[in-house]
């Protein structure tokens, strides 16, 4: 079964700053990943995702992920930050093939507080 | 373009009733996904579909019952709702190929 690990339950930073929010996974099969980000009293909206090829995947917002299958990461980061990008993200992954549906199962998310 | 539409928005139901969430997309998805949001523990998949037909428990399914009526609509039952069912609720949709997720804008419910 897939899981998914975020360690960092709140982010501060201040505005224009770098971030990294990290994501780890646990797969004994080929995975997707993704960032998802949900602003207050909203759904989840998509920020990138890396079903294969190249590791690193850009996403909206300037915001950019890297995959790592080695150390089973796929952290995201933007490298100037603003005070909208404050919210909380959210890593998920599923099972890296078609056919069945599989389960996509999320990390407990990150709030990235971005401070003026 | 509605995507996922979720009824009702907000619910606040008493101990021991019961009630049906209801979830439909528009974008032709095979699977779909009921979610329970609750802070600090992120988004846990109560259950999920593979196809019309075809329904299946996700990490939390206790106290749950979920229809897929058909390949538009897949509902969440409640029904005996206690107050540890308090949560916000997503619905979410995703296609043959299994990967983006389209999610609706939540049920905010409250068990007293």
């Known amino acids: 079964a897939q899981s998914v690990t975020q360690l960092d339950s709140q982010v501060p930073v201040f505005e224009e700053a770098p971030v990294e929010l990290r994501c780890n996974y646990s797969s004994s099969v080929s995975v997707y990943l993704f960032w998802y980000v949900q602003y207050p009293n909203q759904g989840l909206q998509l920020l990138l995702k890396y079903l294969s090829g190249s590791t690193l995947v850009k996403g909206i917002n300037g915001f950019e992920a890297e995959f790592n299958k080695s150390q089973t990461s796929f952290h995201l980061r933007k490298p100037s930050v603003h005070i909208s990008d404050t919210a909380e993200y959210f890593c998920?992954?599923?099972?890296?093939?078609?056919?069945?549906?599989?389960?996509?199962?999320f990390g407990t998310g990150t709030l990235l507080a971005v401070q003026p | 373009n509605a995507g996922v539409t979720q009824t009702p928005k907000f619910q606040v139901l008493k101990t021991g009733q019961s009630m049906t969430l209801q979830c439909a997309q528009d974008?032709?998805?095979?699977?779909m996904y009921w979610y329970r949001q609750d802070p600090g523990m992120g988004l846990r998949l109560i259950y999920y579909s593979a196809s019309e037909g075809t329904t299946d428990k996700g990490e939390v399914p206790n106290g749950y019952n979920v229809s897929r009526l058909n390949k538009r609509e897949f509902s969440l039952r409640l029904e005996s709702a206690a107050p540890s069912q308090t949560s916000v609720y997503f619905c979410?949709?995703?296609?043959?190929?299994?990967?983006?997720?389209?999610f609706g804008q939540g049920t905010r419910l409250t068990v007293v």
């Open positions: 998920a992954v599923s099972r890296g093939y078609g056919g069945a549906t599989n389960k996509l199962i």
């Open positions: 974008m032709n998805h095979n699977s």
């Open positions: 979410a949709s995703r296609d043959r190929a299994n990967t983006e997720a389209f």
